[in-house]
């Protein structure tokens, strides 16, 4: 069907692009006024919306939750193999670990009952190393004992020294795996 | 305000290695969905949507920024996944048809071809899904660049490397397959359907 009022009856292309936008001006209005005077053309553009809408809606596929990090490991390889300048890098939180795994380390060998020898023990290694640090490290006595001894309450049972053992393991990884890998928890928790 | 694309890829040229894992995770999705289209298995997709992020990182200095940097990263996972594809012996995707102008200029169905469906049941969509999801390769990532990631004809061609005459030609027949295979599953389903 050709009107003369509005030129040639669309074709199959011309109202898929009517739908896209991308005819021209002119040949739009023309294709608009047929549309407009057929049923069964309003019909064909609902039905190429439709599609439209439906591939749009379409939710993207996402890789699995560690794709990035994979993508910058490969990228960063000397993340994976310079340990010790990583570990250089991040000395301060490497120090921290060793403090707090030493502190639950003398609670744990010494047994329970004992704090008064551990923070002997802790001091007088202290107290070997430098004379210079007395005060500091008499302040540090003090605090370790109020720190350890709900440690030492807990150490007490075995289910206690269970869980710290636990919790030991578990900040040994969390701490490694940040200054280091960042791989694991990185990807699953951080992500 | 969110960073560009350009930015970014100025920062990790500039060293800052890190910051391209911004634009991997904006472009991730997208070039997954292209990848999974393409080889038809979310293993071989992901591996070879790493590939083509390790590739694309690596030739940054050479990018030029003629082009945006979605349609340049997408031209890689293309040639990435073509290559798998390739070693697979499957070429359907480098081959370039014939052009038929006639079929664009084909005619819309007669008046007893109207179709009346139900357009905006939730039914709808999960059937134009499944329809791209089974048609060839070649068809349905026209259809995903073309619709999902809203390429124009020469973004395709540049992406693709297809003359834009065939890309036009696949993305109609896609069009038009698609649009026959989801009437006639309406017409299975429902045979009083007039299709």
């Known amino acids: ?191 | 305000m969110k960073t560009s694309d350009n930015e970014i890829i100025r920062q990790a040229l500039d060293g800052e290695r890190q910051a391209y894992a911004e634009l991997v995770n904006r472009h991730k999705g997208k070039a997954m969905t292209l990848a999974l289209r393409m080889l038809k298995n979310r293993h071989d997709a992901e591996e070879a949507l790493q590939d083509a992020f390790v590739r694309a990182f690596r030739a940054l200095p050479g990018f030029e920024r003629k082009s945006s940097f979605s349609t340049w990263f997408y031209r890689i996972v293309f040639n990435v996944c073509s290559s798998v594809l390739s070693k697979r012996g499957d070429t359907r995707m480098f081959s370039i048809d014939e052009e038929h102008d006639d079929e664009l200029k084909m005619e819309i169905p007669s008046d007893d071809d109207e179709p009346d469906i139900a357009f905006e049941s939730s039914e709808f969509s999960r059937i134009v899904r499944k329809e791209i999801e089974s048609m060839e390769e070649s068809y349905s990532i026209i259809l995903t660049m073309f619709f999902l990631q809203e390429m124009s004809y020469e973004e395709i061609m540049e992406v693709t490397g297809l003359p834009i005459g065939t890309v036009k030609n696949r993305l109609f027949r896609a069009r038009m397959q698609l649009r026959n295979s989801v009437l006639k599953h309406f017409k299975d389903m429902n045979p009083m359907v007039n299709v």
């Open chain 1, 1 to 191: 069907m050709n009107s003369p009022q509005h030129g040639l009856q669309p074709t199959q292309q011309e109202l898929m692009e009517f739908v896209d936008g991308t005819l021209s001006l002119a040949r739009y209005r023309e294709v608009e006024q047929f549309v407009l005077q057929s049923r069964r053309l309003q019909s064909e553009v609902k039905l190429q919306q439709t599609m439209h809408r439906s591939i749009r809606e379409d939710t993207t596929v996402q890789p699995s939750v560690s794709f990035t990090t994979d993508v910058m490991n490969e990228i960063l390889p000397q993340r994976r193999y310079m340990f010790w300048v990583k570990l250089a890098n991040n000395s301060s939180n490497f120090f921290a670990m060793i403090l707090v795994l030493s502190m639950i380390g003398i609670v744990l060998v010494s047994g329970p009952g004992k704090t008064q020898n551990d923070s002997n023990i802790l001091s007088k290694t202290v107290e070997s190393y430098s004379t210079a640090y007395d005060a500091s490290v008499q302040n540090m006595e003090l605090w370790i004992q109020q720190i350890t001894h709900p440690v030492n309450q807990a150490a007490a049972s075995p289910s206690g020294k269970f869980f710290l053992i636990g919790l030991t393991a578990f900040c040994f990884v969390v701490i490694m795996d940040e200054i280091v890998g960042k791989r694991f928890f990185h990807a699953r928790i951080k992500q």
